[in-house]
């Protein structure tokens, strides 16, 4: 999906909407699935629908059907990191796009999340964290499920990124994080420490984000 958040940041400016629009609505008639209307989606999210109209260009030459199911989406995620192993971290991430927990990611999804993550306020884009980092879905974050996500992100980054890294270093930084979140030291994270403990430190913020660098 990288190369769909790169062709908005790089295309939005270069459109004709009039012929857009004609070429948007023929080409959604062609696809196994047909998103909603744009007007609608403009009004749902933080995109303009010059905007959405590149993301479908994007997402339609990626997923020709419309949806794209877990192992697309693990496919398409590690072209963009060709040093590590990207399946793990991608099964989360599709996981918390897949909001309807079907098995399947269509564009309403991806766009819905993709508005949050580059447009959302923080308190927005702190509860998408949390609830990527929250594998279970039980409302609580614990130290397994944390070290799970921040693994799978070294994993994807490779030796190339992280060359000095040992197997325990994930367990120490979740270690030095929970330490800071869990104010009432009953062993999980809610939303609310999790966004406070986020806004109070900065180097908490960046690093409990990590998922705006490796979009």
């Known amino acids: 999906m990288g190369a769909v958040v790169g062709t908005l940041t790089m295309q939005t400016r270069q459109r004709q909407p009039s012929r857009d629009k004609v070429d948007d609505e023929l080409e959604m008639t062609m696809v196994c699935h047909r998103p909603e209307g744009l007007e ?6 933080n995109f303009t629908k010059q905007e959405l109209q590149v993301l479908y260009r994007g997402f339609k030459n990626e997923c020709p059907s419309g949806v794209v199911n877990e192992e697309t989406f693990k496919h398409i995620y590690a072209q963009f990191f060709p040093h590590g192993d990207a399946s793990t971290y991608a099964h989360y ?7 309807r927990n079907n098995g399947s990611i269509k564009f309403e999804d991806f766009v819905m999340g993709l508005s949050t993550l580059l447009r959302g306020t ?27 996500i921040v693994r799978a992100i ?3 980054m490779g030796k190339y990124t992280y060359p000095a890294l040992k197997g325990d270093v994930p367990k120490q930084h979740v270690d030095a994080f929970f330490v800071k979140m869990d104010k009432n030291k009953d062993g999980v994270v809610t939303l609310e420490e999790f966004v406070i403990a986020c ?6 913020m960046r690093s409990m984000q990590l998922f705006e660098n490796v979009m």
Not at 40 to 45: I, P
Not at 93 to 99: E, H, I, K, R
Not at 199 to 204: A, G, K, L, T, V
């Open 93 to 99: 991430l599709f996981n918390a796009f897949d909001t």
């Open 199 to 204: 806004q109070e430190d900065e180097n908490m």
């Open 40 to 45: 609608q989606l403009e009004a749902q999210t």
């Open 154 to 156: 070294y994993d994807m």
């Open 122 to 148: 923080v308190r927005e884009k702190l509860e998408w964290t949390f609830y990527l980092y929250d594998i279970n879905r039980d409302g609580f974050i614990n130290k397994e499920e944390m070290t799970e």
